[in-house]
Structures are given as structure tokens and as C-alpha cells.
């Protein structure tokens, strides 16, 4: 049964206004990205006829990270647009299809929830799955090459969710399943005092 899907099911007019939508983000990321490659090669022409050598460095070098920059914020923004990429939570399954950030290249994973033995969040947010021995996941990419093979072989898979919804998803209603470690906070309850009984406003410090 499915449980969640991303993106979701939009109607005609829905579709629309999305792409609307997109049309005008992407413009506005191109220009932003022009802007920074412009300022980028000023800086570099600067930089090569600056008398001192350490100085000339530093601008040609803050002139690259212009173009740098540039070029990795479409690329991101980017990234979260691809129309591709999906995210479909079953009660069994996870389907689930990505974009790599620099390439654009895709990879789709087929896994089952029987088939985790533990999950867990890398620091910038994505989601490592570890499977049981001789588990096979359908996982493919048309990246011939890349860490995730690595990772596959040694029995582990770490997935970029486009949609943070479906992530948490995942996380708040399936910990279970995907054997994710649930934390368990204490409750800390403002007791009332004296002063509160009779004056509603005391606790607000008014």
C-alpha cells in the first residue's frame, strides 16, 4: 500500500503553475550564476596585473571561488528541481530515485524494509540504509562509476532525499521498520506557582 509519494499527483492547472514556477527560479539562479562567473573573470583579469605577487594571488584565487560558487548554486538548485527524481513510500518498500549533485547522473533503489539491519543520518542530513547478509536491493545508476558501488559491496546504501517531507516520513512513522534509532525526550512541565494562581500574566514576566 502506498503510504507517501513525492512529488505528488497535481491536476492540470497544478502542473502549470509549477512549471511557471521553475521557469522563473531557474532564470533567476542563471543570472545569479552569470553574475558570479562575470565577477569572477574581472577579479582574474585584475589579479594578473597586480605588481605584488602574494596580492595577485588572492584576488585571482577569490576570482576562481567566484566562478566556483556560481556554477555549484545552479547546479544545486538544479538539483532540486529534477522532475525525475521521485520519492514513493510503500508499507513494505522504499522506491526511491536521485540525482548526483556535480554529474546530473540518476540512481533508483528498489529496497525493502525486511531487508534493513539499521539506518542512521549522515551531519549534512542524508540517509544511510545497512542491509541483512545476502540481501539484494534492486539499486542502478547510470553513473558507471561512483562511491555507491563501493558502499553496495560492503553492504550499505546513502540516499539524498530530494524532499525532506519524505525523509521524515520515514523517519516519525516507519523508525521500525527502517530499524532507525527513535530518541525519547523528557518532558519538562512548567509547574505553576503561587503568583501564577492569581496573576495569569506573572509567568510571562508582565
Request: proline share 3%; aromatic share 12%; with cysteine.
Amino acid at each position: 500500500m502506498l503510504l507517501y509519494e513525492y512529488p505528488p499527483k497535481l491536476d492540470r492547472q497544478g502542473k502549470q503553475l509549477k512549471a511557471a514556477h521553475d521557469l522563473q527560479e531557474r532564470a533567476k539562479m542563471m543570472k545569479n550564476m552569470y553574475k558570479n562567473i562575470l565577477l569572477g573573470i574581472v577579479m582574474i583579469l585584475i589579479g594578473a596585473f597586480v605588481p605584488f605577487v602574494i596580492v595577485r594571488i588572492v584576488v585571482i584565487l577569490i576570482g576562481i571561488l567566484n566562478l566556483a560558487v556560481g556554477v555549484l548554486l545552479y547546479r544545486y538548485s538544479e538539483m532540486y528541481r529534477d522532475t525525475a527524481c521521485y520519492t514513493r513510500i510503500y508499507d513494505d518498500r522504499l522506491e526511491h530515485c536521485q540525482s548526483f549533485f556535480i554529474t546530473g547522473k540518476k540512481l533508483t533503489a528498489n529496497i525493502l524494509f525486511e531487508d534493513i539491519v539499521r539506518s542512521e543520518q549522515t551531519p549534512s542530513g542524508n540517509m544511510i540504509f545497512y542491509f541483512r547478509e545476502n540481501a539484494k536491493p534492486q539499486i542502478s545508476s547510470d553513473a558507471k562509476g561512483g562511491r555507491w558501488k563501493k558502499e553496495l559491496e560492503k553492504g550499505s546504501i546513502t540516499l539524498f532525499f530530494q524532499d525532506t517531507k519524505a525523509k521524515l516520513y520515514l523517519i516519525e512513522n516507519l523508525s521500525d521498520k527502517i530499524k532507525y534509532p527513535k530518541k525519547e525526550y523528557r518532558k519538562i512541565e512548567d509547574e505553576e506557582d503561587e503568583d501564577d494562581l492569581w496573576d495569569p500574566l506573572h509567568k510571562h514576566g508582565l
